[in-house]
């Protein structure tokens, strides 16, 4: 039984202003959901949300797990999680910190890892992309990942076309560039974009289109050399939609988004099973959750065949936690 929980607000300051097509950010906010049980097994989970990124808004969040708390005491893990179901359409990064605390308090109680417990075996690494603050050549790190990721829809598409192509001047041969627009343009735009791409090494390219359709991607799809994939829009379209359509190349899981690392990892294999790749990532959460996000990516990548979007935790001048240990491209997990 649970006999102990703790909802701790935070803030990290971001070393540098965090940009996107969704705005800028200087700290990252949210909450910690500490559990204890009757045998003095300690975990912890991360509610972090991002409204624009299709979560609830900070104040929902925290009142919610005030809400929620009431009905922890006394509970079993498993109890806690089914406890969950009124508030997974409408509070994501909520059920993430709960059922994030409860999955490795099971795994503790089973004396497993949460990727062991989550799969019954996982590796203790996986590949990591590269993440560029800015398309900046200079910020390649020669000995990290082989796949480099560039956030776009800030400047102009010429502009930014035109520094990918200078960029792509210094990659070493088996680089690759994986790019996210964050859902920052018109199909027209988006078409003229992915057209200038072919003599380009992409690796894939991720939300390129505002209020996507399964039915714009796949046209979009056949002009572009390499997968198109859905990251925030999975929730908007619909998951049964995705896996009905059938034809996607890649989709990207964020566990903030979709209510924890086990919901997370019971998607991936829904998807995976209709051969759909699925690439997990984090949602700019402190060391706690990348290390929750990361488990669930050992899990749901055991030959790791991708690199996953976990290499953030650099960018806070701070941290909860020790962050994970990466060296060249790979995440080691505790």
């Not at 406890?83 to 359409?89: T, V």
């Not at 829809?153 to 070493?172: C, T």
């Not at 935790?313 to 941290?319: I, N, T, V």
Request: aromatic residues 4%; hydrophobic residues 35%.
């Amino acid at each position: 039984m649970i006999n102990d929980c703790t909802i701790r607000p935070y803030q990290l300051p971001f070393e540098q202003p965090w940009n996107s097509n969704h705005g800028t950010h200087t700290i990252r906010q949210g909450f910690l959901v500490e559990l204890k049980d009757e045998a003095g097994n300690y975990s912890c989970g991360e509610a972090a949300p991002l409204a624009e990124m299709g979560t609830e808004s900070l104040v929902q969040c925290g009142n919610g797990l005030k809400n929620l708390k009431e009905v922890t005491l006394h509970h079993c893990a498993e109890e806690l999680i089914s406890q969950l179901e009124p508030y997974r359409k409408n509070h994501p990064a909520l059920c993430c910190g709960v059922e994030s605390a409860a999955v490795e308090l099971l795994a503790k109680q089973n004396h497993l890892t949460l990727g062991q417990w989550l799969s019954g075996g996982s590796p203790n690494q996986i590949h990591v992309n590269q993440i560029l603050p800015a398309i900046d050549s200079s910020a390649i790190d020669p000995a990290g990942s082989h796949i480099i990721k560039l956030k776009l829809g800030i400047a102009p598409i010429q502009q930014e076309l035109s520094q990918i192509q200078q960029l792509a001047l210094h990659l070493s041969p088996n680089q690759r560039l994986r790019l996210d627009a964050n859902q920052a343009w018109h199909y027209d735009e988006a078409a003229h974009f992915l057209s200038q791409l072919h003599s380009l090494p992409i690796e894939s390219i991720e939300e390129p289109l505002q209020n996507p359709t399964l039915e714009s991607i796949d046209q979009l799809q056949q002009q572009c050399p390499a997968p198109i994939a859905l990251d925030e829009s999975v929730r908007q379209i619909g998951i049964t939609e995705i896996l009905d359509h059938g034809s996607l190349q890649r989709v990207v899981l964020k566990p903030m988004l979709l209510g924890g690392p086990r919901t997370t990892f019971l998607l991936a294999q829904q998807f995976q099973k209709a051969g759909i790749e699925t690439v997990i990532t984090s949602t700019l959460e402190s060391s706690i959750g990348i290390v929750s996000a990361a488990y669930c990516a050992a899990a749901a990548d055991p030959r790791q065949q991708q690199a996953h979007g976990l290499d953030t935790a650099h960018y806070f001048s701070e941290d909860l936690t020790l962050a994970p240990r990466i060296k060249n491209g790979i995440l080691h997990l505790p």
